[in-house]
């Protein structure tokens, strides 16, 4: 359960590169080859959001959630979706006592800084919506009472292609809650190659230690929410989710809350870069993965095998890049 506590020290930028660049080292200690992967799964952690991966089974997508877990000191849980999980597995139940007569909460997995959701689409639409609440409020209520969840709250969850066997597709309200989505791939030959050379003896994740933890990283949010975003990007971004509610390919188009987290992406990137304002760069650097999962494609779209990620490149390419000036100095 959340306890109170004094708020972090304000942290600079050169700390917060320090603070992300060591985890980043870390994760690739275990991760080889994927630098990308890794890079837009930093930005949605720095961003306060959720991450979502998807691809086949056997090309690390929990051993890259439970790197990034176990890169920060801070309560970790695991959900194995199944599916006859159901929602109180995640949120909690209540207990009565015969000792005091009355009902006592037990909370369940969810209350923990990280969460691991592994194989999410394997559970029941019931089960995945109790994620709802949880990762848009950062609360649980069970039987009328509302429970704080950690600070900070990240979860990462992973999912098999929705055309394998026992799965069912996440709903529209799920996946948008999701700030972004990745899928790692199969590594080259020399990337491969490293595992096997270095995963045959040991598990690099068993020898992975801490290199930050909860308090440290509420101070680095803090310090990238600080981050300049011009008002001419911010027209730019809603701009961009506006845009593809009125694609001709498009069923249904990025939320409004799309647009939220597209910005609080492109301050979280502008960080990794070193720098205290968000350029257009940054907006296209987070684009594809924060609003491809979102879109909702015609039938004539999927029978012309057209791809969200490709038409969010072509509404990038179409669309006037501002020129916003840099924030001004003391």
């Known amino acids: 359960?959340?306890?109170?506590?004094?708020?972090?020290?304000?942290?600079?930028?050169?700390?917060?590169?320090?603070?992300?660049?060591?985890?980043?080292?870390?994760?690739?200690?275990?991760?080889?080859?994927?630098?990308?992967?890794?890079?837009?799964?930093?930005?949605?952690?720095?961003?306060?959001?959720?991450?979502?991966?998807?691809?086949?089974?056997?090309?690390?997508?929990?051993?890259?959630?439970?790197?990034?877990?176990?890169?920060?000191?801070?309560?970790?849980?695991r959900i194995q979706f199944t599916p006859d999980l159901m929602p109180s597995d995640i949120t909690g139940v209540s207990i009565y006592n015969r000792n005091t007569t009355e009902f006592e909460f037990r909370p369940g997995p969810i209350f923990a800084n990280v969460v691991i959701g592994d194989e999410i689409n394997r559970g029941s639409p019931k089960t995945q919506s109790a994620l709802l609440e949880c990762m848009e409020e950062r609360q649980v209520t069970v039987d009328g009472m509302t429970y704080p969840l950690s600070d900070p709250f990240f979860v990462v969850a992973t999912q098999n292609?929705?055309?394998?066997?026992?799965?069912?597709?996440?709903?529209?309200?799920?996946?948008?809650?999701?700030?972004?989505?990745?899928?790692?791939?199969?590594?080259?030959?020399?990337?491969?190659?490293?595992?096997?050379?270095?995963?045959?003896?040991?598990?690099?994740?068993?020898?992975?230690?801490?290199?930050?933890?909860?308090?440290?990283?509420?101070?680095?949010?803090?310090?990238?929410?600080?981050?300049?975003?011009?008002?001419?990007?911010?027209?730019?971004?809603?701009?961009?989710?506006?845009?593809?509610?009125?694609?001709?390919?498009?069923?249904?188009?990025?939320?409004?809350?799309?647009?939220l987290h597209l910005v609080r992406a492109a301050r979280a990137q502008a960080a990794l870069s070193a720098r205290d304002y968000v350029v257009p760069d940054d907006l296209h650097a987070v684009c594809v993965p924060v609003l491809a999962h979102r879109l909702v494609l015609t039938a004539e779209s999927l029978t012309a095998r057209r791809t969200a990620p490709d038409l969010i490149r072509a509404l990038l390419s179409r669309i006037p890049v501002p020129q916003a000036p840099r924030p001004a100095r003391d």
């Open 161 to 259: 292609p929705v055309e394998m066997e026992g799965t069912y597709a996440l709903p529209e309200a799920q996946r948008d809650r999701f700030t972004a989505r990745i899928s790692i791939g199969y590594p080259d030959q020399a990337a491969e190659l490293a595992m096997v050379d270095g995963h045959s003896g040991e598990d690099p994740l068993q020898t992975l230690s801490a290199v930050s933890d909860a308090r440290e990283m509420q101070a680095v949010l803090a310090a990238v929410r600080a981050i300049h975003v011009a008002p001419e990007l911010r027209r730019y971004a809603v701009e961009l989710s506006s845009a593809t509610r009125r694609m001709p390919e498009v069923r249904l188009g990025a939320s409004p809350r799309a647009t």
């Open 1 to 77: 359960m959340t306890t109170m506590s004094s708020p972090p020290l304000p942290m600079s930028l050169s700390e917060l590169t320090t603070v992300s660049g060591r985890i980043s080292q870390n994760v690739h200690r275990v991760i080889a080859g994927k630098s990308e992967a890794i890079r837009i799964a930093l930005v949605t952690l720095l961003s306060e959001g959720h991450l979502l991966m998807e691809d086949v089974p056997g090309v690390g997508k929990t051993s890259l959630a439970k790197a990034i877990a176990r890169s920060i000191d801070c309560s970790v849980s």
